[in-house]
């Protein structure tokens, strides 16, 4: 069955630094998600990716966040300077087709990001 | 009013029983509506959509309240692998991006 796949699976920091988080979607989806969970909390929505450009972005997607489609495969989420309170899950969720209509999500098994 | 709300529980049920939750959603345009069930540190899978005339999938019923706007998902002879977080999701806005609810903990004892 196809999935996402997420790299590294845990990556850990000094606060200030710049970190690359990578997703491979399933490769006949259009529609590209991060979201993020912090230790306890829910899975918060932090930016939509379609057509090579964001479709959406929620307040936690600062200028410090960038996403990239750097080629027909990879998703990249970048924090430019890292802060503690950026320590959570990362997901990369892939969809076929634009959300409404019933279209479901499949999410990567998560980047653990450890701010120090 | 949070968007999505729901019982974050725990709920603690003896295996065979039936268990129900609920999930309240304050946006009335609302389109989609789904069940996902995560295991403690992985990932959001999903375990069912929700549809407006309600539905089944083996021991697992969704059904979907408009008016009231809530949804729910009733677990019928839980067993052990049914422990997890149950997370509503509820697509709504102009965007339909998927909103999650804090999730609902299920622990099946023996």
């Known amino acids: 069955e196809p999935e996402v796949t997420q790299t590294p699976s845990h990556q850990v920091t000094q606060m200030g630094q710049e970190v690359i988080l990578r997703c491979v979607p399933i490769?006949?989806?259009?529609?590209f998600y991060w979201y993020r969970q912090i230790l306890g909390q829910k899975v918060e929505f932090l930016v939509s990716?379609?057509?090579?450009?964001?479709?959406?972005k929620s307040e936690i997607f600062d200028d410090q966040f960038s996403v990239e489609r750097p080629d027909g495969s990879n998703f990249t989420l970048k924090i430019r300077s890292t802060k503690l309170e950026d320590s959570a899950m990362y997901f990369c969720a892939s969809s076929e087709d634009r959300p409404g209509d019933g279209e479901k999500l499949f999410f990567g098994s998560g980047t653990q990001l450890s701010v120090l | 009013r949070k968007e999505v709300e729901q019982d974050p529980g725990p709920f603690n049920v003896p295996e065979g029983a039936t268990v129900a939750f609920n999930c309240t959603y304050s946006n009335s345009a609302s389109q989609s509506f789904f069940w996902y069930r995560q295991d403690c540190r992985k990932e959001p899978k999903l375990l069912m959509s929700?549809?407006?005339s309600g539905n089944e999938d083996g021991r697992f019923t969704a059904q979907l309240n408009r008016a009231s706007q809530y949804i729910s998902l009733l677990i019928r002879d839980s067993k052990l692998s049914d422990s997890a977080t149950y997370l509503c999701?509820?697509?709504?806005?102009?965007?339909?991006?998927?909103?999650f609810g804090r999730g609902t903990s299920l622990i099946v004892h023996p």
């Open positions: 490769s006949n989806h259009l529609y």
């Open positions: 999701v509820v697509e709504s806005g102009g965007s339909y991006i998927p909103t």
């Open positions: 929700v549809y407006s």
């Open positions: 990716f379609y057509n090579n450009e964001i479709s959406e």
